[in-house]
């Protein structure tokens, strides 16, 4: 079947502007996550969805990011204001259920953010 | 809080030769699963290979094995065979079963030469 898509597969953007990125996993996941690839800090935990339970956000920089889940599907990370530090490849993953139980993570192709 | 400690920034193999990758982690948990990935220049990250803590047998898959030492906490990959196609970055990773969020490595650069 098909693997995580995310979407744009690039970004470029001036500072200030607001972007979305999104995710669609793969279809009977029930889990979802956020990571932020980035050269100085590596691979980065964002935000975590499970089923229709609440987010866990503790990996979320600051207050300009947020994501939101619909459907218990399809999944947008929004950043309001970027700046340039927010350039980066955010990753989306999916897993059958919780990450507890060590269910592999599945990896969309990622986007690629540009902050000019 | 989970730490992943890859010591090889960057490696080298020529083709059909075998190689390791290291990787230690430190973790306050007793239940937990290990994983490396591979990531080509496609940004593409694939699953290679997955441990559980609580096994003994190390996983293996295909041309892929790990060396888990639990007691050492270190968890290595053994390449056998390498092909071109094998050039990736290499991450390895941690999650417990207190939590969810995969705790990487900074990664092993991996260049397979004819």
């Known amino acids: 079947g098909a693997g995580v898509s995310q979407s744009p597969s690039n970004k470029v953007t001036e500072k200030g502007k607001d972007v979305e990125l999104r995710c669609d996993p793969i279809?009977?996941?029930?889990?979802l996550y956020w990571y932020r690839q980035s050269l100085g800090q590596g691979l980065e935990f964002l935000i975590y969805?499970?089923?229709?339970?609440?987010?866990?956000k503790s990996g979320l920089p600051s207050d300009r990011f947020s994501a939101e889940r619909t459907g218990g599907s399809v999944s947008t990370l929004t950043i309001q204001r970027t700046q340039q530090e927010d350039s980066a490849v955010y990753l989306c993953?999916?897993?059958?259920?919780?990450?507890?139980?060590?269910?592999?993570?599945?990896f969309g192709p990622g986007t690629r953010l540009t902050v000019l | 809080a989970q730490t992943v400690t890859q010591s090889q920034p960057e490696m080298s193999v020529q083709e059909a030769e075998t190689v390791t990758l290291s990787c230690t982690y430190d973790?306050?948990?007793?239940?937990?699963?290990l994983f490396w990935y591979k990531q080509p220049p496609s940004r593409q990250m694939i699953l290679v290979i997955r441990?559980?803590?609580?096994?003994?047998q190390n996983a293996t898959e295909n041309r892929f094995s790990v060396n888990f030492q639990k007691a050492a906490k270190s968890f290595s990959l053994k390449i056998s065979d390498s092909q071109l196609g094998d050039t990736a970055m290499y991450f390895c990773?941690?999650?417990?079963?207190?939590?969810?969020?995969?705790?990487f490595g900074k990664g092993t650069s991996l260049l397979v030469t004819p």
């Open positions: 441990q559980e803590a609580y096994k003994q």
């Open positions: 973790t306050s948990e007793n239940n937990y699963y």
């Open positions: 990773a941690v999650v417990s079963n207190s939590g969810y969020a995969l705790n």
């Open positions: 969805f499970q089923g229709n339970s609440a987010p866990d």
């Open positions: 279809s009977g996941h029930t889990a």
């Open positions: 993953a999916s897993s059958l259920t919780s990450g507890r139980v060590g269910d592999t993570q599945y």
